[in-house]
T-cell receptor, first 114, second 113 residues
Framework: EAGVVQSPRYKIIEKKQPVAFWCNPI?????LYWYLQNLGQGPELLIRYENEEAVDDSQLPKDRFSAERLKGVDSTLKIQPAELGDSAVYLC????????????FGSGTRLTVV | AQSVTQLGSHVSVSEGALVLLRCNYS??????LFWYVQYPNQGLQLLLKYTTGATLVKGINGFEAEFKKSETSFHLTKPSAHMSDAAEYFCAVSGGYGQNFVFGPGTRLSVLP
């Protein structure tokens, strides 16, 4: 079974440019999460989807960040425009919804804004 | 709301020595508790979990953790460290069904030869 797939693995962009990250969760996992991980810190939730509905986006900076999960499967996280402080690892995770089995994480996208 | 504290941002042990990584949590409801490991440039991998039942849980790679409700702790241990255990370890707590995980700041484990 394929795990959570994220692309790209690495991205370098200039500030003020747009960037997008893609995530394909584990088949059958209805809950999908985007986390932000700064260097030397734990992951912090950006947004949580139940199927195609964003049920918790309270920590998503909506002035520049947006996300979608069309058809309740793949998801895309976008930043426009990117700022220097957005340099971090963006992690996608999925779960069966109850949370009892934990989350399965993808390998992440490391974003560097220069 | 839930929160997690991990005492010690960096722990060093000698190969073959006991590993003890500390995790304390706060939760207003019976928690789900997890330990994850992260190797460089990789995502997080689940080591072990506690949801209900036996308070001593065993995970992969010889790790185990004990849920102590009275101490609100979920410390991670391994009897004998191996060089391959060097990584970042994160404790996480959830308030149960449908609740988001809250991660601790992480503890970086170094294993010295």
């Amino acid at each position: 079974e394929a795990g959570v797939v994220q692309s790209p693995r690495y991205k370098i962009i200039e500030k003020k440019q747009p960037v997008a990250f893609w995530c394909n969760p584990i088949s059958g996992h209805n809950t999908l999460y985007w986390y932000l991980q700064n260097l030397g810190q734990g992951p912090e939730l950006l947004i949580r989807y139940e199927n195609e509905e964003a049920v918790d986006d309270s920590q998503l900076p909506k002035d520049r960040f947006s996300a979608e999960r069309l058809k309740g499967v793949d998801s895309t996280l976008k930043i426009q425009p990117a700022e220097l402080g957005d340099s971090a690892v963006y992690l996608c995770a999925s779960s069966s919804g109850t949370g009892r089995d934990g989350y399965t994480f993808g390998s992440g996208t490391r974003l560097t804004v220069v | 709301a839930q929160s997690v504290t991990q005492l010690g941002s960096h722990v060093s042990v000698s190969e073959g020595a006991l590993v003890l990584l500390r995790c304390n949590y706060s939760s207003s409801v019976p928690p789900y508790l997890f330990w994850y490991v992260q190797y460089p440039n990789q995502g997080l991998q689940l080591l072990l979990k506690y949801t209900t039942g036996a308070t001593l849980v065993k995970g992969i790679n010889g790790f185990e953790a004990e849920f102590k409700k009275s101490e609100t702790s979920f410390h991670l241990t391994k009897p004998s460290a191996h060089m391959s255990d060097a990584a970042e370890y994160f404790c996480a707590v959830s308030g149960g069904y449908g609740q988001n995980f809250v991660f601790g700041p992480g503890t970086r484990l170094s294993v010295l030869p």
